[in-house]
């Protein structure tokens, strides 16, 4: 059942966005509130505490609900709790966007700089945007299905809490990024060698083996280099919007293709 709750919140995360119900306000209070009767403790320990309340719980309710109504509530239940850990904004209508941006004055140029970090039209800003796609594809959709797929409901909702950590500042934040770099180390590794099967597979292999046993600092990168390695140097000639929308195709299908080689693995070995 894992696979299938796995397969349908991509379809819908790919086709719909639901960025707007993907509300975390409440987990930045949550944390401030329980991390401040933990503040003699070590950073890690005050991360501990935030998250094992939401393990227990998460597990609680799975187990609860396994074998309700022949695992339909479980179904429900893993499918919403999985596209709630995706984001938090949806990779692809912000990429889409910032495609259009070049042509369409009615974008919000001040949202797309906020998701990606760069202004368009910038010298720089299509590699830096590049970047940005090829990461967030890895830290918005297949690293929480990797560890959702591995973990269960556990995986994901551990992935994006920490992912909202590491933005709140202070020493538990800097200790929420350690874990995420640990925990993206793997994903980012296979994502970018399956880019290759997406294309131009001989130009980024030989770019994934130079980094492919790389620090975990180098997990971002990894990920630019061989997303930009699945395109000819030909396809520079194209304009700014299209090489975005080519970027897109390319994740489309190398999302497809690693879900399906991590659930195969998955099933070898487990």
Same mark, same amino acid.
């Given at each position: 059942m894992i696979f299938?709750? @796995?397969?349908?919140?991509?379809?819908?995360e790919r086709f719909f966005d639901w960025s707007h119900v993907r509300r975390w306000g409440w987990f930045t209070g949550y944390q401030k509130w329980l991390s401040g009767y933990f503040t003699s403790k070590s950073d890690y320990v005050a991360l501990v505490v935030v998250l094992l309340p939401l393990i227990l719980g998460v597990l609680m309710l799975d187990l609860v609900l396994r074998g309700a109504f022949y695992g339909l509530l479980r179904f429900v239940f893993e499918s919403l709790l999985l596209l709630y850990c995706l984001g938090p904004q949806n990779l692809w209508a912000n990429s889409i966007a910032c495609a259009n941006a070049e042509s369409d004055q009615s974008v919000?140029?001040?949202?797309?700089?906020?998701t990606f970090g760069v202004? @368009?039209?910038?010298e720089g800003a299509c590699q830096k945007l590049s970047k940005g796609i090829f990461v967030g594809a890895n830290d918005r959709v297949f690293a929480p299905l990797f560890w959702f797929l591995f973990l269960g409901p556990v995986g994901a909702v551990c992935y994006r809490s920490l992912s909202h950590i590491r933005e709140s500042g202070g020493g538990v934040a800097q200790r929420a990024q350690v874990v995420i770099d640990v925990l993206n180390w793997l994903p980012a590794r296979?994502?970018?060698l399956v880019f290759g099967l997406g294309n131009h597979f001989?130009?980024?292999f030989h770019c994934w083996r130079k980094q492919v046993v790389a620090g975990l600092q180098f997990n971002e990168q990894i990920l630019a280099d061989c997303g930009a390695a699945a395109f000819p140097v030909a396809n520079d000639i194209a304009g700014g919007g299209l090489k975005i929308k080519q970027k897109i195709n390319l994740l489309d299908r190398s999302l497809v293709i690693a879900v399906l080689l991590v659930a195969?693995?998955?099933?070898?070995v487990i």
């Open positions: 299938v709750v @796995m397969c349908v919140a991509l379809v819908v919000d140029q001040n949202e797309l700089t906020a202004v @368009m039209g910038t296979l994502l970018a001989t130009a980024v195969i693995i998955r099933f070898l």
